[in-house]
Structure formats: structure tokens, C-alpha cells
């Protein structure tokens, strides 16, 4: 195994924290009322992996499994959803709460607001998510697609009706291509998790959509009678994600958090190489050739960074085997513990705390997260097999052994 897992625990100086008011409870609660108007909402599973854990030597080990989440196989919607509604709410002067799916589906609707055209870039779960949404609430979508997008994923989100097409480039520069295209368009609308100096309404919008997943979570952990996870690891792109749990744990949580762990994909790992060097994250650009799509992004989003640079312990970046051993690991567990079907972008996790367990090559990050036999374990699986042949590929015939 050529590839060595990296990892920065966090010394950076800290800021003022002011963007954590983001992921407030009321306005994670708001955010799920919204998803629970729609008839397609129902809580995803969370999957208790008790043999899974005894295995590992932890006390508890679940996965929230977002393959389910409105049919759509990734939880990105819950994201581009609610932006979209704020959008409209502040347009036509109402508060969100009163922008149900009933009213965002009305004829009303169109007389208050009538059409607008919602650009934006994606790997494919985001851009299908807006697809989704614009299809439902009859306006329009333009999604571009970074170089060596998969054909799978391009079809999902031109079957919701978008305007969709691959680009030559990398995803950062399809961000820039659908801003540019929404600003020259007479009533176009980026929606684009990643946040810039001039943008960030929507990017914080979209982060509380996805604290409904965060929301979830923590309720069903309660439930379980897990009242609270001592380590929650999550996933970074832009950050966005990673910067919603965080704020929203944090938040719920607040005084005694758990021990956050954000993991990102190595050839865009700019979250890690900021933190290695105890300043701001790095720029990643060029070609990030990984299995990760999802993750495969190199210009952070600036309201996630300032959340994580404040509560996170240690940032990781991973090479492409720990994601598959992830997603072997939770596609074929351990006897009584459910399946769960994780893509190359939501396993990454697992994976990577299958391997602290497991491999005494990283017992020194496994001691500074103070992850051991007393440890509850909270990962988020954030897409199915959106990519079917690459998912078989891997779990079925080997591709990116873990040794």
C-alpha cells in the first residue's frame, strides 16, 4: 500500500467564531419543518453497527445512511432544497417557514414569483439535488459538470429535466462558469455551497439544509439510547458539510461537544494542508484524480472553514483505499448489523476509522482523537451507489485493495 493516510491535529489560532450562529437549533429546526412538508421526506436510516464495533473495540459505531434520502441517493438535496426556498421566500417577502412544498408547488406560487433559472456545478449528487428541486417547484435548472464525470450521473440529473453538460475543467472552474452564466442570465441564481467574499446567503442556507441530516442523527442516536456520540468523523469538499455538523453538534452540545475528525480525499485535501501549516486552508487546483468525487474540490468554503478551524481536533486526508475499505466493510458487515450500499464519497469515514482500529501505523492519531473501547462513533454515509459500475467495481471485484 504505496498511499499513507495525513493527518494535522489542529493548533491553529482561533477566531471569533461568529459563523457558528449558522447552524443554530432554530435554524436547523426550520430547515427540517421545511424538508417535512414535502410528501417524499422520511427520516433515513441510522445503522447501528453493534458487531461492527465489538469487532473494532469501540462501545458504539453508527452510520447514517443518506442512500435513502428522497429517492435521490445522496442527502445533497436537503442542501440545494432549502437554499432554493429562502431564495423565494426572500423575493417574494415571506418568512420560509410559510414556503411549504404545498405553496412552492401552487399556482400562487407563480404568480408571486414566477420562474427563475438555478445554476450550479457538481460531481453529480448536488447538481441532481437542484435538478430535483427546480423540477418540482416548475423553474429551471443549468448544471455543469467537472472533467471525468460518469455518464450515471450526468443521466440522473438531466432525467429531472436540467440542462446539463461535462466541462473540460475542474469543479472549481465550473463553479466560476455557472456564477458567471447566472450573472449574465436575467433572472439566474447560483446555488453553490461553496461561500466567497460577496457570497455567502445561500452558501449558509444550504449548510442549515443539511443540519436536517445532523438533526437526524442526533435524535435517533437519543433514541437508541446513545445520548451522545464522543466522536463524530465527517467528510469535507468545500467544507460545507463538515462545517454544518460541526456547528450543529456544537451547538447542540455546547458544553461538552464531541471530538470532531474531518476527513477529506488526498488530491484535494486543502482543509489538512491548511491546518498542517497552522494558517488558512490551502488552494487546490489542476486535475484531483480520485474516487471520491464528491470530495474532489480545491477552494473551501470560507463560512465551513471558520466553523471547523474552531472546533475540530484533526483534520485527515485520505488516499482512495480507505474509502473502499469503507464501502466493502459496510456493504458485507458483520452478522446482525445491516448493510449499508456507501459510495466512494460516503464510506471514506468508515473506512478511516476501520483503519485506526485496525492498523498501529496510525496509533498516534488514534490517541489524540482518544478514540478507543469507551468511544461512540458517529459517521455519515452521504451517497449510495451513485455510480453503480464504479460501486461494483470496487466491492465486487477489488478495484483499490486495502493491502
Given at each position: 500500500m504505496a498511499d499513507k493516510i495525513q493527518w494535522a491535529g489542529?493548533?491553529?489560532?482561533k477566531s471569533d467564531d461568529k459563523h457558528l450562529g449558522i447552524m443554530s437549533l432554530d435554524h436547523v429546526k426550520k430547515a427540517r419543518a421545511f424538508h417535512q412538508s414535502f410528501p417524499q421526506y422520511t427520516v433515513t436510516p441510522l445503522a447501528r453497527l453493534d458487531g461492527q464495533a465489538a469487532r473494532l473495540g469501540l462501545s458504539n459505531l453508527c452510520v447514517k445512511d443518506e442512500s435513502y434520502r428522497f429517492g435521490l441517493n445522496a442527502f445533497k438535496v436537503l442542501g440545494?432544497?432549502?437554499?432554493?426556498?429562502?431564495?423565494?421566500?426572500?423575493?417574494t417577502g415571506k418568512d420560509v417557514a410559510d414556503c411549504t412544498f404545498d405553496y412552492l408547488t401552487s399556482d400562487q406560487l407563480a404568480e408571486d414569483f414566477g420562474q427563475a433559472t438555478f445554476f450550479t456545478a457538481t460531481d453529480g449528487n448536488h447538481g441532481r439535488g437542484v435538478a430535483w428541486a427546480a423540477n418540482k417547484l416548475g423553474q429551471k435548472a443549468v448544471v455543469h459538470?467537472?472533467?471525468?464525470?460518469t455518464k450515471p450521473r450526468f443521466d440522473n440529473i438531466a432525467a429531472e429535466g436540467a440542462t446539463v453538460t461535462i466541462e473540460e475543467v475542474n469543479y472549481d472552474e465550473c463553479v466560476r462558469m455557472a456564477a458567471a452564466e447566472a450573472d449574465a442570465c436575467e433572472r439566474g441564481v447560483i446555488v453553490q455551497d461553496t461561500a466567497w467574499e460577496g457570497y455567502e446567503?445561500?452558501?449558509?442556507w444550504i449548510m442549515e439544509g443539511y443540519g436536517t441530516m445532523a438533526s437526524e442523527a442526533a435524535e435517533q442516536l437519543r433514541e437508541m439510547a446513545i445520548n451522545r456520540p464522543t466522536h463524530v468523523f465527517v467528510q469535507a469538499g468545500v467544507g460545507s458539510l463538515a462545517g454544518a455538523v460541526v456547528g450543529y453538534f456544537t451547538n447542540l452540545y455546547p458544553d461538552n461537544p464531541p471530538t470532531f475528525v474531518v476527513v477529506e480525499c488526498a488530491p484535494a485535501a486543502c482543509l489538512y494542508k491548511g491546518a498542517a501549516a497552522d494558517g488558512d486552508p490551502r488552494i487546490v487546483d489542476g486535475d484531483m484524480p480520485s474516487i471520491m468525487a464528491g470530495l474532489c474540490c480545491g477552494e473551501p468554503n470560507?463560512?465551513?472553514?471558520?466553523?471547523?478551524?474552531?472546533?475540530?481536533?484533526?483534520?485527515?486526508s485520505?488516499?482512495?483505499?480507505?474509502t473502499a475499505r469503507g464501502m466493502r466493510t459496510l456493504g458485507a458487515p458483520e452478522k446482525g448489523d445491516p448493510r449499508v450500499?456507501?459510495?466512494e464519497s460516503g464510506a471514506v469515514t468508515t473506512g478511516l476509522v476501520e483503519t485506526l482500529m485496525l492498523d498501529p501505523e496510525y496509533a498516534e492519531l488514534k490517541e489524540l482523537i482518544g478514540l478507543d473501547k469507551t468511544s461512540s462513533v458517529l459517521c455519515f454515509s452521504t451517497e449510495g451507489d451513485t455510480d453503480p459500475d464504479q460501486y461494483r467495481r470496487i466491492v465486487w471485484e477489488?478495484?483499490?485493495p486495502t493491502c
Open positions: 489542529n493548533t491553529m489560532p440545494g432544497s432549502f437554499a432554493m426556498a429562502n431564495y423565494i421566500a426572500d423575493e459538470m467537472p472533467k471525468g464525470s446567503k445561500i452558501p449558509s470560507i463560512l465551513g472553514w471558520d466553523i471547523l478551524r474552531n472546533h475540530t481536533t484533526a483534520f485527515v485520505c488516499p482512495d483505499w480507505v450500499i456507501s459510495g477489488g478495484e483499490y
